[in-house]
């Protein structure tokens, strides 16, 4: 079952900060996250692996709640160039080794 | 450098006419992947493979066959007995096991085929 993104868009300026959330109604393994830009391939971000983890690396960190099989992407003063649409990809512990993706979440950053 | 290719970038194909979309990847990956995209749907699992000569469903392959006779290889058919086949396909490569940890999977350029 696809995972459920929030918010479906969001418009920021840029330097402010922005939340996208990721739920699943399956127990997760691992959680991954992608951007996409129009018209382009979607580019690998971050992997989350174990309840209660947090990654970042920039401006862009994540966490993964593994009892609530729920992730947060944060994007902290935003950039331009953080303009996209990102994508949670999960793995179920009883299927491991496919990501099913979310719907997506458009960002636009205005300057 | 290392990728994965994808060809062509735009198709055309008439009702009725199977085709088949090519995937290459040089980056020694164990696992391929196959996912179509709409708008507002996010991408969705047609076909994956984690070793030659064996693949499984995704979520919608009903109307496309696969093959994996290569570990570089993972081309995907496209059949007259998909209803609605114009979309934008992605394929995707990654390792298996620990390493996808710190690569995730890598993605294709992708090939958007429109049905005329």
């Known amino acids: 079952q696809q995972p459920v993104q929030s918010p479906q868009a969001v418009i920021l300026r840029e330097g402010e900060d922005a939340v996208i959330n990721c739920s699943s109604s399956k127990a997760l393994y691992s959680v991954h996250w992608y951007r996409q830009k129009h018209g382009e391939a979607p580019v690998f971000l971050m992997i989350l692996l174990k309840g209660g983890e947090q990654k970042g690396h920039d401006k862009i960190s994540a966490s993964f709640n593994e009892k609530k099989q729920q992730s947060s992407l944060y994007l902290t003063a935003s950039q331009l160039s953080y303009s996209g649409t990102y994508f949670c990809g999960t793995e179920s512990w009883s299927n491991t080794g496919k990501l099913i993706f979310g719907q997506g979440t458009t960002l636009q950053v205005k300057p | 450098d290392g990728g994965i290719t994808q060809s062509p970038k735009y198709l055309f194909r008439k009702e009725g006419q199977n085709v088949t979309l090519s995937c290459e990847q040089n980056?020694?990956?164990?696992?391929m992947y196959w996912y179509r995209q709409d708008p507002g749907q996010g991408l969705r699992l047609i076909y994956y493979?984690?070793?030659?000569?064996?693949?499984q469903k995704g979520d919608i392959a009903e109307g496309y066959s696969v093959s994996r006779e290569k570990k570089e290889s993972f081309p995907l058919t496209v059949t007259s007995a998909q209803k609605n086949p114009t979309a934008f396909y992605l394929c995707?490569?990654?390792?298996?096991?620990?390493?996808?940890?710190?690569?995730?999977?890598?993605f294709g350029s992708g090939t958007r085929l429109t049905v005329v």
């Open positions: 493979s984690q070793i030659v000569n064996d693949f």
């Open positions: 980056l020694n990956h164990d696992a």
């Open positions: 995707a490569s990654s390792p298996v096991g620990d390493k996808i940890a710190n690569y995730g999977y890598t």
